[in-house]
């Protein structure tokens, strides 16, 4: 069996939801598996530099 490669985009600066969608992730047993990050992590939000260090600390952590 293959380990799982988790998909996340579209966050458009929502914080919160990037929170919610890791914690997901978590929440299936993948919180030290690879999370690929899709387009558009800025604008429309209140919180594009915090999507961008949560990502950051996500992958390189």
């Not at 799982?4 to 969608?21: F, K, N, R």
């Not at 690879?34 to 390189?60: E, H, I, K, M, W």
Request: proline fraction near 5%; aromatic fraction near 6%; glycine fraction near 12%.
């Amino acid at each position: 069996m293959t380990a799982p490669i988790y998909a996340v985009g579209d966050i458009h600066g929502q914080l919160s939801m990037l929170d919610d969608a890791l914690a997901l992730i978590e929440a299936d047993g993948g919180a030290g598996e690879p999370v690929v990050f899709l387009r558009d992590y800025v604008d429309r939000g209140p919180d594009s530099a915090g999507v961008l260090t949560r990502s950051c600390q996500r992958n390189f952590a």
